[in-house]
T-cell receptor, first 115, second 109 residues
């Protein structure tokens, strides 16, 4: 079974540009999460989808970030316009809708560098 | 505000030695996970502990959840170079994970 995949693995952009990150969860997983680790800090929660609905977006830093999950399958996270402080590693995770334990499966991450 | 504090931040030991990583919080979590992360990869789940006082063993790794469900420890017996990596604890409430900053473990051959 394929794990969580993320694209691209790396992205280098200039301040002010737009970047779109993609996450494909494990097939059949209705829960999808975005997390971010900025340099020197811990991994922090950004938002949580249940199918195509945003369940919790309390961790989104500001309105430059837009996450979508049309159709309840893959998700995109767009940053527009990107700022220097957006640099970091963006992780996506997924889990089944009903859990016996709260286990989330993480993708390899997208390393974003804003110059 | 960091909810979970891990200690130590870095740990370097010789192969065959034992090590313990601690994860402490002032918050109560419904469950706590330990992950290991390799360079260039995402966190990989090692274990989930749910019940206060719970102890789980995974080969040479022993995980303990505090009675009050606020803290946890990871103990590795007879560490091997393959145990080298970043160990992360994460507390869970309502599906949202709160991570510690991680402990970088280096096991020298």
């Amino acid at each position: 079974e394929a794990g969580v995949t993320q694209f691209p693995s790396h992205s280098v952009i200039e301040k002010g540009q737009t970047v779109t990150l993609r996450c494909d969860p494990i097939s059949g997983h209705d829960n999808l999460y975005w997390y971010r680790r900025v340099m020197g800090k811990e991994i922090k929660f950004l938002l949580h989808f249940v199918k195509e609905s945003k369940q919790d977006e309390s961790g989104m830093p500001n309105n430059r970030f837009l996450a979508e999950r049309t159709g309840g399958t893959y998700s995109t996270l767009k940053v527009q316009p990107a700022e220097l402080e957006d640099s970091g590693v963006y992780f996506c995770a997924s889990s089944p809708l009903f859990l016996t334990q709260e286990t989330q499966y993480f993708g390899p991450g997208t390393r974003l560098l804003v110059l | 505000t960091q909810l979970l504090e891990q200690s130590p931040q870095f740990l370097s030991i010789q192969e065959g030695e034992n090590l313990t990583v601690y994860c402490n919080s002032s918050s109560v979590f419904s469950s706590l996970q330990w992950y290991r992360q390799e360079p260039g990869e995402g966190p990989v789940l090692l274990v989930t502990v749910v019940t206060g006082g719970e102890v789980k063993k995974l080969k040479r790794l022993t995980f303990q959840f505090g009675d009050a469900r606020k803290d946890s420890s990871l103990h590795i017996t007879a560490a091997q170079p393959g145990d080298t990596g970043l160990y992360l604890c994460a507390g869970s409430n309502d599906y949202k994970l709160s991570f510690g900053a991680g402990t970088t473990v280096t096991v020298r051959a």
